[in-house]
Structure formats: C-alpha cells, structure tokens
C-alpha cells in the first residue's frame, strides 16, 4: 500500500477525553445504552431503523419500501415524493420556526444580513420562479459558480425546489474547470456573480465564467447577481446574460414545491479521482435528506437555539451538507462567512465568534494549523465562550492540532467531533457522538448509525487489530452515492471492484483494540491539500498541456501547513531550458487549468522520471524525494535517477 505525505504525529498523544459532564446533560444522546441498541438495531434491521427516522420528515407520498440494495446499486424510500426544500423551509415554518433566522451572513468587508426561513422561503420562491421562467426544467442541471453570500443557497434551494439538480462549482476553480465541469454536466445555464470578495480584492467570477463560455459554448443563460457594482466591471451580454434583480422583480413569491421522487437527482458535485477528469458525484433526494438531517443532529447536537458555524465554502461537500441542507433541516440558524480568515488579520474568526455568539463550530485541521501557527494570544484576546461543540473534517487531524484546538479554541470545555467523510458518502460516516464518545485526539472514532466499516487487506480480509489497511463499508447508508454522471461504469470501477462486496473509500486505516478508526489518509493517487481533494492526473494533465512540458509526474509532500503539498517532478521538451521563469509560467499555467488550489508547491525539473522496468513511473521514490526538504539546485539528472533506477528496479510505484 502507498501512502502519501500526510502530518506525521510528533507527540504521543494517549489520552482519553471523555464528554464534559455539563455538555452531556444536555446532549441529544446521552445513554451509552441506548446508543448500542439503536446501532446494532441500524446495522441488523437498516429499515426498521430508517423507516423510523424517516417518519419525521414531510412526504407527499410515503415509500413503499425503505431500501432496495442490489449491490452496488441502492434506492431508499422507494416510491416516496419528498421535496428537500420544502424539508429545510416550508416545514420549519409550519413548526413554528419562521421567524427565526435561517442564514446569519457576514461579508468580508462586515456586511450582516439576517435572514428568517419565511424570508428564506420567499427568496426561495422567487428565484425558482426565475429559473422556471428561463425555461430550467425538472431534471436540468443548473451550474452554480458564487461566492459565500446567501444568494447560493437560495439558488441551491431554488433548483431543489423545481427538481433542477444543481452542480455547484467552488469559486476558486478556473475557467476551464468551469467549461470541463459544464460539458461533463451538459448544463446549460449558469447562476454567477459580478464577483466576491476575497483579501480584500474582487474575484472576478463573471468575467472567469465568460471565459468559460468561450470554451464551452453550450450554456445559453447566465444570471448574475450583483454583489459587488461598480468595481467588478462585469459585462453582460444580451440575450445570453441576465441581472438577478432584474428577474426578481417580477418573479412570484409562489412556488409549490415539487413532488420530487426519492431517487430524483438532488445536486451533482464534481470531486477528484486517482485518473482522468473529475467525476459529477450524483446525489438522489430522500436519501441525502434524512441522513445530512440526521447526523447534524446527532452529531452536531443541534437544538432550537443553536448557531451553527461551518466554515467550509458550500462549493465542498462539507458546506452543501453542514452548512445548508442538514442544518436547515434542523430549524437552526447557520452562519455564513464570505472571505478569507486573514483578512483583515488572523483574528476574523475569533472576532466573529465574539460577535455572532455560534455554538457550533466547524472547521478543517489546515486552518487549526495556520491559527496555531499565528500564536494563542490571538485567540486568547477574544470571548468564545459561546461555543459549546467544535467539529473537524477534511483531513486527518494531527494530535497536536486535536489538542491546541481543545485547549485554545474550546478551553477544554467542548468536545471535539473528528469527523471522516467523503464527497461520496453525502454525510459523516465515521465520528464520535458528542454526548457518548470518550474521544482519542487523532482518530475520527466510531461508525455513525448505519455505517458498518471495515479494515481489509487488498483481498478483503479483514485485518488484525492495530494493523493498517484499507477502509471499506460493508452496507450502503441512504445518502450514499448512487452514481458517476454520465459513467455508471466508472462507478462501479471505482468503489465496487477493488474489494469484492463492499463500498471502497480509497482510504487507509487502522482500527484498535476500543474499536477506533484511525484515518491515514489516501491510498491512491488523490492528494488532500488544505483539506481539499485534488488528483495527481488532474495536476499533470495540466503540466503537459504547456508547450515546454514533455512529461510529468505530480506526487504529494508533507506540509506543516496544508497537510499535503505538491511536489511536481517535469521533463522538458527538447528546447526548452529549466529556469526560475519557466517554473514561474508552469505554476501559473496550473493555476490557469485548474484554479489556485492546484498551484504546486514545488516544481522539480528533471531529465528524466524515474520507471520501473514496465515502465510505471517510481512514484513511491518521488514521494521520498520530494518529502526530502529543499530543492537543491534546479535539476535533478538522469544520472541521479538511474542510479536510484538501478538500486530499486521492481519496485512499484
Ligand atoms: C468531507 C470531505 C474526502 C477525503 C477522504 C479522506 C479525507 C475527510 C477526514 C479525512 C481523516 C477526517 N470530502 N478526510 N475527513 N481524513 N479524517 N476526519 O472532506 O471528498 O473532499 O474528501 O478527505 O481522505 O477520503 S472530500
């Protein structure tokens, strides 16, 4: 098995945390036993045990059968018409919660808007009007490409109203990832914004996303909702480009919801793989539903007066499920942040807990260390005595980051949920409860409720206790993916061959002796930088396309920071020369075809790459190489790697 560059733990974290007394009181699952009935209940019974959950959501038509599974494929609530965004709003209000905010938005520059479900469900409305009026029918994909502003999740809620599934596209993605992502999608409308704001500058989405049209020309409407005027300099082309205020005028506040099947679509999301381009994770309705209802819930603990502050961007998973459709869900306020937490200092997060009082927070173990890296004393200046849970996803959290987060950010007062899921999986699957689970800093814990995981070897047998493997799932849950867009094979190739009857996450683990994961981060070629998942292929694909660029080889590296870097190793066409500019154009050039995430963190020039005798490329040896340290010099030779070549000759990569 390979494994790529994840933070190695430096300090021998063995301690227990146990819930604080005073948290589990109030917890929404407090009795150990009644925990284990109802998981063993989930994993024997998994439709007595979702049939029941399922009861307190609002359907149409109830299901005929809660789950259908004929590996791999599932359906859950067959026969059931549900609508998602009547779940997040017209239910809630019908609770009584309409007048309590749904969104509590703060903009970079300090902007604040408050927004209650009835307002929500207004907007909501309207703009689903909008695109009904457009022409946007059930079944089409709408692309969303916006900023972190409420307009997103109304046009998220837009599109689930009418059955529109909605590909949203994070707002650090180039043009050409745009116009990849809308081909794959064959989507041909775009929701967009003159710009947003990031450090203080404008991102310019609109202008990104006519670039984009100029590659893929198939979209035919473009709304654009003006979030920053003048300085944003947009142009609007008539008759393909629409001002959303402009639409909203006239649009109706009336928009039944649609009687949407379990199955129906509710959002593609396009996610990195270990080859090729990215793949639109589909993602049904009644499935997704219940469960990103539920674990937020339970895992999140969430009750009528909570503030819920998750502070990934909606273009993840993690925003689509934790900072909209399972927390509305809830009836429970979620706040939104716009920009970057450095701006206008390190202390933007700090002051806006003071400010906005969340109870909940959560955040990704890459920005934990960057905070840590900027000292306590800016923590320590601020009230954050508010928050009563903290939340960690994206990536394995190292246990000095677990511990600097429990003490500084929670003074040791909150529990921490380390929570492991993917794009796939729709919702956590593996975490502690926060009531129950006695908590060890670096593993993400137990299977949540009808989640049966297992460590296997490559032939699926499972591994002995505290031996590292793979991590498998031996069940399908209802918010798991029920297929690749456009490549059911894919699919199946993907997470249904490589270990026979189960669900394959591309994960290492280990499981110990209490029975406790520890994630170990990606066994194939899918990097995690920052907590975001980016493919090799995907990063050399983009190296080869610049003319200089003979061939590529893109592995991960250790990074305090980021988790991961990458580390690219590049042989040069003839004519070229290795130079300081020309790795200043390839990073650039990266940057340009896929979007600032990808921008390498090192770029190695070399005469050759080094391949075993089939002729696979020695990325295990590139690992090595570019976990090393510095750069030394600007060429590693041929020579260099004809020795190592000569020393390691069957080695895999
Ligand atoms: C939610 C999300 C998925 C990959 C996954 C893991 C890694 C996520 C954790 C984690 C260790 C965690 N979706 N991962 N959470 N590793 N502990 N708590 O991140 O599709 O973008 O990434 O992220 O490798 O396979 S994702």
Known sequence: ??????????????????????????????????????YEQSIRQPEEFWGKIAEGFHWFKKWDKVRDWKEPDVKWFVGA?????????????????????????????????????????????????????????????????????????????????????????????????????????????????????????????????????????????????KRIGEQAKVTMKAGRDFWWHDLMKEASADCPAEQCDAEDPLFLLYTSGSTGKPKGIKHTTAGYMVYTAFTSKMIFDLKPNDLMWCTADIGWVTGHSYVVYGILQNGVTSLIYEGSPDFPNWERFWTMIEKHKPTVFYTAPTAIRAFMKQGRQLVDKHDLSSLRLLGSVGEPINPEAWMWYHE?????????????????????????????????????????????????????????????????????????????????????????????????????????????YWLMGRVDDVLNVSGHRLGTAEVESALVAHEAVAEAAVVGMPHEIKGE???????????????????????????????????????????ALPKTRSGKIMRRLLREIAAGGDVKGDTTTLEDFNVINKLRQDDES
């Not at 190695?8 to 917890?27: C, D, G, I, L, Y």
């Not at 809630?92 to 929500?120: C, M, S, Y």
């Not at 593993?443 to 296997?456: K, L, M, Q, Y």
């Open 565 to 607: 870097g990458i580390a690219a190793f590049v042989t040069l066409r003839k004519g070229f020369t290795a130079s300081d500019e020309l790795k200043k154009a390839l990073d650039a050039h990266v940057v340009k075809e896929i979007g600032a995430i990808a921008r390498p963190d090192q770029i190695r020039f070399s005469e």
């Open 1 to 38: 098995m390979t494994q790529s560059g994840a933070i190695t733990s430096k300090m021998a974290e063995n301690r227990t945390f146990p819930p604080p007394a005073k948290f589990v009181e109030q917890a929404n699952i407090k009795s150990l036993d009644e925990y284990r009935r109802m």
């Open 408 to 516: 500084v950010v929670g003074r040791k007062s909150c529990p921490i949920v380390d929570t492991w899921w993917q794009t796939e999986t729709g919702g956590i699957l593996i975490t502690p409860l926060p009531g129950i689970t006695d908590t060890k800093p670096g593993s993400a814990t137990r299977p949540f409720f009808g989640v049966e995981p297992d460590v296997v070897d490559r032939s699926g047998k499972t591994v002995n206790v505290n031996e590292g493997g793979l991590l498998v799932i031996r069940q399908p849950w209802p918010a798991m993916l029920r297929t690749v867009w456009g490549d059911h094979d894919r699919f199946k190739r993907t997470y249904w061959s490589d270990i026979k009857g189960c669900y394959f996450t591309g994960d290492g683990a280990r499981r110990d002796a209490d029975g406790y």
């Open 81 to 225: 018409k549900t609508n998602v965004s009547y779940n997040c709003l017209d239910l809630q209000i019908e609770k009584g919660r309409g007048n309590h905010p749904a969104i509590l938005f703060e903009g970079e520059p300090g902007d604040v808007r408050k927004i209650t479900f009835k307002e929500l469900r207004t907007e909501v409305c309207k703009f689903a009007n909008v695109l009904k009026k457009l022409g946007v029918k059930k079944g089409d994909r709408v692309t969303i490409y916006m900023p972190m502003i409420p307009e997103l999740p109304i046009a998220m809620l837009a599109c689930a109203r009418i059955g529109a599934p909605h590909s949203i596209i994070f707002g650090g993605f180039s043009a050409t990832a745009i116009s990849d992502r809308v081909g794959d999608a064959d989507s041909h409308i775009i929701i967009t914004c003159d710009g947003g704001w990031r450090r203080g500058k404008v991102v310019p989405l609109k202008a990104t996303v006519d670039e984009a049209l100029e590659i893929d020309r198939r979209v035919k409407q473009v709304v654009v909702f």
